[in-house]
């Protein structure tokens, strides 16, 4: 009997011992944003021409490693009232009824639920983008700049990655009344992500 049992233990607790050691090495780095470097950019437009907007505000989550995209996740929150298009009037506008209702939904958010690589350093997060009270399917596109030691940070990497992708804001109800037409406002937000990462070793 304890022949039997005796392998059974020991093959467990080495299958137990390299599981947590694959987990421990090959686990999705977690990294910070440093908001100082890093900017949530727009471009919609009126009448003629594009006027730029940022969000000045957000948080996130990254865990992300090129290499293991399997326990790899982003989660981005944006408060809407952070909207800054360097015209006060116009972003009380923007955070009325007429389109965000910012007072009933406070919050942006995109929460991925897989990245896959689509190219040398580029990837998608597959994920669902809330805005208001609409949630869709989106898929995020994004480059990996680079990655590397960081000089002002003992046992410290800093990552750089950027985003482009375009909205229509009508699918989201971003835009009430006569504010639907885009004869003034464009449907098509262009949207930029410029993102510094930090993470330890």
Do not use: C
């Amino acid at each position: 009997m304890n022949f039997i049992k005796k392998p059974f233990v020991i093959l467990s607790i080495i299958a137990f011992t390299a599981v947590t050691i694959a987990a421990t090495k090959y686990a999705a780095t977690s990294w910070s944003i440093d908001k100082s470097h890093s900017s949530i950019n727009f471009e919609v437009r009126h009448f003629f021409t594009n006027v730029p907007g940022a969000f000045e505000d957000y948080t996130a989550e990254v865990n992300f490693a090129p290499d293991n995209l399997g326990e790899s996740s982003i989660s981005v929150t944006i408060p809407v009232a952070s909207i800054n298009t360097k015209n006060e009037r116009r972003d009380g506008h923007l955070k009325s009824g007429d389109f965000f209702e910012a007072e009933k939904y406070p919050n942006i958010t995109f929460v991925s639920n897989k990245i896959e690589t689509t190219g040398d350093n580029q990837f998608t997060a597959h994920g669902t983008l809330t805005i208001k009270d609409v949630s869709e399917d989106f898929e995020l596109p994004f480059t990996l700049l680079g990655v590397k030691d960081n000089p002002f940070r003992e046992n410290g990497i800093v990552a750089g990655m950027k985003s482009e992708f375009t909205l229509l804001r009508n699918d989201f109800g971003v835009g009430t009344g006569d504010w639907v037409s885009d004869a003034v406002v464009g449907n098509e937000v262009h949207v930029t992500l410029n993102l510094e990462l930090n993470a330890t070793k």
